[in-house]
């Protein structure tokens, strides 16, 4: 039973090891393997990378740790935006990937108006709730 239970705790350790501790997406090292991977079987795939514009204007006027609440919603606009079979990464500071399984313009349009709404709604709330202090 304890060799099971050390098993397991190692897995589950390798899992939170591949994630952003801030946004709990998976790591850019994480996405690497997998675009090989993928290469490799010949699986087509689209990636979306995006950068948040001005990011660095929201630390500063608003300080770090509304900055980390804004990452930490992104990801969850994304997690929350994406199907299941697809995934999120955060690349580098404000920049996040997104691994899709297909290569369905449409789709990928669509995935990415969405997400920029969302985005630009939190960044709305965030001016304002700053504006009412």
Excluded at 3 to 23: G, N
Excluded at 31 to 51: C, G, P, V, W, Y
Excluded at 112 to 133: D, E, G, P, R, S
């Amino acid at each position: 039973m304890t060799y099971v239970a050390f098993c397991a705790f190692l897995l589950i350790e390798r899992e939170e090891m591949s994630k952003d501790p801030l946004t709990n997406l998976l790591l850019r090292r994480h996405l690497e393997s997998r675009i090989i991977h993928k290469l490799k079987r010949n699986q087509a795939f689209t990636l979306i990378m995006i950068d948040l514009d001005d990011f660095k204007l929201i630390n500063d006027n608003h300080g770090h740790q509304e900055g980390d609440y804004v990452l930490r919603d992104f990801a969850n606009i994304l997690i929350s935006s994406i199907p299941k079979v697809d995934t999120a990464y955060r690349y580098a500071g404000d920049e996040f990937i997104i691994l899709l399984t297909s290569i369905d313009s449409p789709r990928t349009n669509k995935l990415i108006a969405t997400i920029n709404k969302k985005y630009v709604t939190i960044i709305q709330i965030l001016n304002l709730i700053m504006f009412c202090l």
